[in-house]
């Protein structure tokens, strides 16, 4: 049986870990997933809401129209964006492409920029 490490850490603190760029993005992707997964159920109970009657899709108008209610919209196409660009930068890398260092952290800086930039975008057409 071979010995243990002795110098090995005992208790990691995950607050002083950093992560590189891409492994938070990677992280993030999975994130986003998750969230998206969750919302599926009450996206369709809205849009079921809908298309019952002319009175239930008028009622539902003014239900969505609160800020709160357009906050959790925006989050939920926030998530859908990230997860999209995210999705799609693993499929260039799929390729061969951006997978050294260097591309993986250019790509990561890319993917943050590109859905800052359309989560912004959405939020400015949300309201």
Do not use: Q
């Amino acid at each position: 049986m071979k010995a243990v490490n002795k110098n090995r850490p005992v208790n990691l603190d995950l607050k002083t870990i950093k992560l590189p760029l891409p492994a938070v993005v990677s992280i993030l992707h999975r994130a986003s997933g998750v969230v998206i997964f969750f919302s599926i159920p009450i996206l369709l109970g809205i849009l079921s809401c809908s298309l019952e009657s002319e009175s239930s899709f008028n009622e539902l108008k003014d239900i969505l129209g609160g800020f709160f209610v357009t906050l959790v919209i925006w989050g939920v196409v926030g998530a859908l964006l990230y997860h999209l660009i995210a999705g799609v930068k693993h499929l260039v890398m799929d390729f061969g492409i951006g997978e050294t260092l260097e591309g993986g952290l250019k790509g990561a800086k890319i993917t943050i920029f590109l859905a800052a930039l359309s989560i912004i975008f959405v939020g400015v057409w949300l309201w």
